[in-house]
């Protein structure tokens, strides 16, 4: 997992959990952090599997879901100094989002947010560092839900969002919100401040260790490319303006590969479809397969539920509750 990194301040919740509990759990958590810059800043950053670790040694002694939420309820936009103080100053709610997804890399390296909008909805996923670790499913699901929790204090307002999706098994992670919740101002939005802290944003970036973003670019050119057709390596790498050993070799980096980028982009784009009324065959064709059966088959690989098992689920619940399998 070369490369991955996140911000320092990302362990001041985890630790206030570890030392309010006490005893083992909280020596143990302090330990396996580690010594962290002081002051700890966005500027910092450490390897991501000393994050990891932490969230393992929670999980293993409270479980997953109540680790989530007691870390939740100790998190907060001014831990993350400028960059929270910048979603809370945005113009509206998709302002927010937007800054959110473009200076992810001040909050990680490696992992992050993508925005998508349509007509009725904005969707918020969460792309988590590609990795073995047995601390990544818990945190990924903290992400999710700590972005809900984000979203209303900015808001100030109890949002309820149309789908909050934590599937560990297809690596799907998202938080579906109505449209219109993205025209919502955010309580302190002052155009002095927000440009300040933009340019300060932008200004810290430019001080962290490059990183070309490749997860977020090969994203958007697999969504662009899975058109009536399965893209390859080669075909996306031409988009890039690379070679498909770059390509790879790139992703790499940032903890991922090809195949598993590229059957994320499809499976988001099946239930986006599969959503929308489209048919089971006409997903398949969409995306680029030559019959329904190899569809049917992939599908039900990422999810463990067939397309139509997707589809009924969706019209029987128009809000689809929280998946932790």
Same mark, same amino acid.
């Given at each position: 997992?070369?490369?991955? *990194?996140?911000?320092?301040?990302?362990?001041?919740?985890?630790?206030?959990?570890?030392?309010?509990?006490?005893?083992?759990?909280?020596?143990?958590?302090?330990?396996?952090?580690?010594?962290?810059?002081?002051?700890?800043?966005?500027?910092?950053?450490?390897?991501?599997?000393?994050?990891?670790?932490?969230?393992?040694?929670?999980?293993?002694?409270?479980?997953?879901?109540?680790?989530?939420?007691?870390?939740?309820?100790?998190? @907060?936009?001014?831990?993350?100094?400028?960059?929270?103080?910048?979603? *809370?100053?945005?113009?509206?709610?998709?302002?927010?989002?937007?800054?959110?997804?473009?200076?992810?890399?001040?909050?990680?390296?490696?992992?992050?947010?993508?925005?998508?909008?349509?007509?009725?909805?904005?969707?918020?996923?969460?792309?988590?560092?590609?990795?073995?670790?047995?601390?990544?499913?818990?945190?990924?699901?903290?992400?999710?839900?700590?972005?809900?929790?984000?979203?209303?204090?900015?808001?100030?307002?109890?949002?309820?969002?149309?789908?909050?999706?934590?599937?560990?098994?297809?690596?799907?992670? =998202?938080?579906?919100?109505?449209?219109?919740?993205?025209?919502?101002?955010?309580?302190?939005?002052?155009?002095?401040?927000?440009?300040?802290?933009?340019?300060?944003?932008?200004?810290?970036?430019?001080?962290?260790? *490059?990183?070309?973003?490749?997860?977020?670019?090969?994203?958007?050119?697999?969504?662009?490319?899975?058109?009536?057709?399965?893209?390859?390596?080669?075909?996306?790498?031409?988009?890039?303006?690379?070679?498909? =050993?770059?390509?790879?070799?790139?992703?790499?980096? @940032?903890?991922?590969?090809?195949?598993?980028?590229?059957?994320?982009?499809?499976?988001?784009?099946?239930?986006?479809?599969?959503?929308?009324?489209?048919?089971?065959?006409?997903?398949?064709?969409?995306?680029?397969?030559?019959?329904?059966?190899?569809?049917?088959?992939?599908?039900?690989?990422?999810?463990?539920?067939?397309?139509?098992?997707?589809?009924?689920?969706?019209?029987?619940?128009?809000?689809?509750?929280?998946?932790?399998?």
């Amino acid at each position: 997992m070369s490369g991955a *990194t996140v911000t320092s301040l990302a362990f001041a919740p985890l630790l206030r959990v570890a030392r309010a509990a006490g005893g083992v759990l909280g020596r143990r958590v302090v330990n396996v952090a580690g010594p962290l810059p002081d002051p700890a800043s966005l500027q910092e950053h450490v390897p991501v599997e000393r994050y990891l670790d932490c969230w393992s040694a929670l999980e293993s002694s409270l479980g997953g879901q109540v680790a989530v939420d007691a870390v939740v309820a100790q998190s @907060n936009l001014a831990d993350l100094e400028i960059f929270g103080f910048l979603a *809370t100053t945005a113009v509206d709610l998709n302002a927010a989002f937007t800054r959110i997804a473009a200076v992810r890399v001040l909050w990680a390296v490696g992992a992050g947010w993508s925005v998508v909008r349509d007509e009725q909805s904005v969707t918020l996923r969460y792309h988590p560092w590609a990795t073995a670790h047995p601390g990544s499913d818990v945190a990924s699901a903290f992400a999710v839900t700590d972005m809900l929790r984000s979203i209303r204090q900015i808001a100030g307002a109890d949002v309820q969002p149309l789908a909050l999706v934590i599937d560990h098994e297809s690596c799907t992670y =998202r938080l579906t919100l109505d449209v219109d919740i993205g025209a919502r101002k955010a309580l302190q939005f002052d155009d002095r401040l927000h440009d300040f802290f933009v340019r300060e944003c932008e200004a810290l970036i430019t001080r962290l260790p *490059t990183s070309d973003d490749w997860l977020a670019r090969t994203t958007a050119a697999l969504a662009r490319a899975h058109a009536g057709t399965i893209p390859t390596a080669a075909l996306v790498a031409r988009q890039l303006a690379v070679s498909p =050993r770059t390509l790879r070799r790139r992703l790499a980096d @940032n903890g991922t590969t090809f195949g598993q980028l590229r059957s994320s982009v499809a499976l988001e784009l099946a239930q986006a479809y599969l959503a929308r009324g489209l048919s089971t065959a006409e997903t398949a064709y969409a995306l680029g397969y030559a019959e329904p059966r190899a569809f049917f088959r992939a599908f039900k690989g990422w999810t463990g539920s067939t397309p139509r098992q997707f589809a009924d689920a969706l019209r029987a619940s128009p809000a689809t509750t929280p998946s932790t399998r």
